[in-house]
C-alpha cells in the first residue's frame, strides 16, 4: 500500500503519534539479555529516510513477537505511528538524539520503492579525524585503500573465545594515513577476501559505523561489535570513484590512423541533397591529416592520463597505445570489446572513451619506472604535461633508480626519469 503523507526525519513533530514514515533498513543487530545471553533483550536498526538521513531505531523485547519477522537489513518500510524515545548514550551511532520505537500502536508495513542512497554513507575526511574535529562520540565511515598489513593476531577474548584481530592502515585520496583494527567476525571478512582473492594486490575498503580510538596521540578507527559494516573492493559506486580519481578522468583513448599513429577526424560528406544525420546510414569515413588519407576503419589506441601529486606538486603523464598495451595486455580495441565496429561506423569515439573501465584502474598498484620524454614546447611553456616513453615494472631499474635520485643534484633537463610507488608518484629531473 502507498502512502501519502511521509515525514522526513528532519520534519519528525515529537507532539503527533500519527506520523508515517519510509525508512530503509541499513543495520540491524540484536542486543543479548544481560542475564540470559542466548535470549534476545531487543533489536536495534539504523534506519535511513530517502533524503540519506539516519536515525536509530528499537524494538523492545516485549514487542519483538510482533515485529522480528517483518524486520530485515536491507528491506524498506513504512513505519506507521512510530513512537520516539530519546537516544541516552553519549556515543551515538547516528547525528540524532531521538530514535524510533516500535511499540504498541506502531505498524509496519514492506515498501519497494526507495529513491534514496543504497548506503548511507557520511565519509568523514582523515584530516578531521587527525586535527580532533570531528566529532569523537559518533561513529564515523571511512574510504580508504589498505596498507601495511600486520601479520593477523589470534588471541583468547573475555569470554575465552578464539578471536581474530586485522591491524592495517588505510590511505585516503589526500595522501593521509589512520589505523584501523578489525575485531573478530570483521577481522574474519576480511582474511576470507583475502584468501579468496590471492591475486588482488589493491584493497580499498569502507567502513561504516566505525568508532575512533586515540592511542599513543594516533587515531585508528575500531569496529563496533555486530553494528559496523566492513566493504572491500566492492562494486559499489563509492568505491569505483575512489579507485577512479587517481586516474585524470577521460577520454581514455582514440580512433587513430592505421598508417600513423594520429588521431583521424570524421569526414562530413556533402550530399547534393541534404540529409540529416539520422538518414545517414552509411559508415563514417575518416581522414588522418598527416597522411591525407581516408580511413574506414580506424584503429582504437590508448591515450591515458595519470594525474599524480607527491610533496612537490601534481603532474600529469600520459601513456600511449605501445606502452599501455604492453602494461595492460590487452588492446584498446579488446577494451572496447565487441561493440568496437559499431562505434566506429557510427562515430562514437567520445561515449566510447568517456566511458571509463574499471579494468583500467589496475594499472595503478604497482611500482613502475618510467622513462619520459619532455618537449622544449612544454619545458618553455612550463607545463606539467609529460609523455611517457617507456614504462617498467622490473624491480632492479625501480630501486637503481631510486638509489639514483637520492645522489643526484635534481636540474632541469630535457629527459626526466620518473619513478612512481603506487599511488604515490616522485619526479626526479636527471641529467644524462
Ligand atoms: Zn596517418
Sequence with gaps: MEHN??????????????LTMKLKIVRLWKLPDHINKREVYS?????????????????????????????????????????????????????????????????????????????????????????????????????????????????????GIVTKQATFKIQDLKGEVMSVTLFSEYAEQYIDYLQKHPKEVRFIV?????????FQ????????????????????????????????????????????????????????????????????????TKCLIDVRTPIPRFRIK???????????????????????????KDLIGSHSKEAIQSNQEVSVFDDYPPFLTTLLQKKFAFKIEISR?????????YGINKISVDDNIISQLSQKVDHEQVERSYEVTVCLYGNDISIYAITF
Design 217 to 288: 596521540a594516533k587515531p585508528a578507527a575500531n569496529t563496533s561489535y555486530n553494528v559496523s559494516k566492513l566493504f572491500i573492493n566492492d562494486d559499489i559506486e563509492e568505491i569505483i570513484t575512489f579507485k577512479k580519481s587517481f586516474i585524470e578522468n577521460k577520454p581514455w583513448g582514440y580512433f587513430g590512423c592505421t598508417k600513423c599513429y594520429k588521431k583521424v577526424e570524421p569526414l562530413i560528406l556533402i550530399d547534393d541533397k541534404p540529409k540529416s544525420i539520422a538518414e545517414f546510414d552509411e559508415p563514417t569515413i575518416y581522414r588522418c
Design 5 to 18: 503523507n511521509i515525514t522526513l526525519i528532519k520534519n519528525i513533530d515529537l507532539t503527533s503519534d500519527d
Design 306 to 332: 595519470i594525474r599524480v601529486q607527491d610533496h612537490t606538486g601534481v603532474v600529469s603523464l600520459t601513456l600511449f597505445d605501445r606502452e599501455a598495451k604492453k602494461l595492460l595486455k590487452v588492446s584498446a
Design 43 to 159: 533489536i536495534e536498526m539504523i534506519l535511513m529516510d530517502e533524503e540519506g538521513t539516519k536515525i536509530t531505531g528499537t524494538v523492545s523485547k516485549r514487542f519483538l513477537p510482533k515485529f522480528t519477522h517483518l524486520l530485515n537489513e536491507n528491506i524498506i518500510i513504512f513505519v506507521i505511528k512510530p513512537n520516539f524515545g530519546s537516544v541516552r548514550s553519549s556515543y551515538k551511532y547516528v547525528d540524532n538524539t531521538n530514535k524510533v520505537v516500535f511499540g504498541s500502536s506502531t505498524k509496519v508495513e514492506r515498501c519497494n520503492v526507495f529513491n534514496g542512497p543504497q548506503f548511507g554513507f557520511s565519509f568523514t575526511s582523515f584530516k578531521a579525524i587527525l586535527e580532533h574535529s570531528a566529532d569523537e562520540d559518533l561513529s564515523i565511515d571511512v574510504i580508504g585503500e589498505v596498507h601495511d598489513l600486520q601479520p593477523i593476531r589470534t588471541f583468547l577474548n573475555g569470554e
Design 377 to 385: 614546447f612544454v619545458l618553455d611553456h612550463s607545463l606539467s604535461l
Design 206 to 214: 569502507i567502513l561504516q559505523f566505525e568508532r575512533i580510538k586515540w
